[in-house]
């Protein structure tokens, strides 16, 4: 089940926190029963979310102060901007820039080139200190709470008892410190956030207490909370470094396994926390690529053509899109609010093929652009490249991205990755299964995408679409 976006002002986008834990639950019953089976059946409750998504509530009655401002949400627009062009940020490149050069340290890479976005939570949650009165008074008088959507479901599971994350949810709010493990006091003094309002920070594998029974009739163990994109990488079996997950769903997800070394990398990539489960400690380096599903929905919306699946076959009936290009900017950027959603390279023989095509295209084209800069900025050989997501259910556009890339890619029987390694992490914290290896053998298949073109033959369209985007921006 999908929880419906609210949009109450222009470039705001909030969810309803009571419509959100209402279906949560619904969805957990519905899966029990059609499973045949009964809640006191259930060994452990393992939780996949969404990330950056994010609410605020008073400590004490639990009510919360606003909706959930979502990771989509532009909001803060104007602080970003502000910020990004300010003197303090230029000051704070320049000190950690020496710091890096005369430490070698990694630890103060990334804030050397720190530039904030629309994306981030850091910057939404400055803006509800700003305008939400209520917050900022429950704060100073430490009974403000924050939480991602893990934390408010943990929250309201446990009837207010429990109220944590995990370190994979952490470390993708842009708020905490990767390299140190913690709330970042730095970033929080400088955007005026009360650090009293963090929650702690717990295993992603790891016994978090009990869904009260109430709830569903019998006390379930919360075994498991871990973010979507992570969770979609443990669900691959992505355990070594140099693995790679690629997910493509509403955006697009490339994440490497980096092992216990945390990169730290100039421009499209960021590190982030996988999983900690005991000692072991994984990071990722991850990609990120908007408009995926969300332009093959928009494409279906406007009737381009009536079914998801006819799509591959509709981009294979004609050799090529006739010099058609598809720029997708339909989830407005933060880097640029104005960038223009446009179809150019159009002629009086286009048709509805060529239109489906060229958005296919684009998708294959920006997953090239993207395995590039892993390529040349993370410093491990890459190994197994792995897809998941509704989109990797099109062939069209996973064939072509394994000729651009000149790799094998593997995609699973089962997409829906995201909740399968909560499964997986939960069940290992539960005894029901013993180690990862286990979990390798359980891994299925569906099919292989090896390079069946030279790359160089994709030239002139990747040619033309780059030129093609150069004309989009600031629109």
Known sequence: KQVESLYPHPGWVELDPEVLWSQ????????????????????????????????????????????????????????????????????????????????????????????????????????VFKNIHEAEEAAKKNNCCFGTVDTWLLYRLTKGSVYATDYSNASSTGVFEPFTKCWSPTLCNLLSIP?????????????????????????????????????????????????????????????????????????????????????????????????????????QDIELFTNVDETAEVAKSVADSQGVCFIPGLQVSGDDPYLCTSFMGLNPSTNRNHLVRAILESVAFRNKLLYDIIVRKVNIPLRTIRADGGVSNNSFVMQMTSDLINKKIEKPANVDMSSLGAAFLAGLASGFWTDKKQLKKLRRIEAVFEPQKDSEEYRPAMDAWLQAMKHSPHW
């Open 195 to 299: 650090m009293s309002i963090f929650p702690p920070v717990k295993d992603t594998s790891f016994n978090f207490g009990s869904a009260d029974s109430e709830i569903f009739g019998v006390p379930i163990p919360i075994m498991a909370v871990v973010a979507d994109q992570q969770s979609a990488m443990f669900g691959e079996c992505c355990f070594h470094p140099g693995d790679v997950k690629l997910t493509m769903g509403t955006g697009g997800f490339w994440n490497v396994n980096t092992g216990e070394h945390l990169f730290a990398s100039r421009g499209s990539l960021y590190p982030l926390i996988g999983w900690k489960i005991g000692e072991e400690v994984v990071y990722l380096t991850e990609g990120s690529i908007s408009d995926i599903g969300t332009a093959i929905k928009w494409a």
């Open 24 to 127: 949560f639950i619904a969805v957990i019953k519905e899966t029990v029963q059609a499973a045949g089976l009964h809640m006191r059946q259930i060994a452990g409750l393992g939780i996949s979310t969404q990330r950056g998504t994010f609410i605020t509530w008073h400590k004490k009655t639990a009510k919360p102060f606003h909706n959930f401002i979502s990771w989509q949400d532009l909001r803060s627009a104007e602080l970003v901007n502000s910020w990004n062009k300010s003197l303090l940020l230029k000051v704070i490149h320049v000190i950690f820039t020496v710091l890096h050069f005369l430490t070698g340290s990694d630890r103060y890479l990334a804030p050397s080139f720190l530039t904030f976005s629309t994306h981030q939570t850091s910057m939404k949650l400055s803006w």
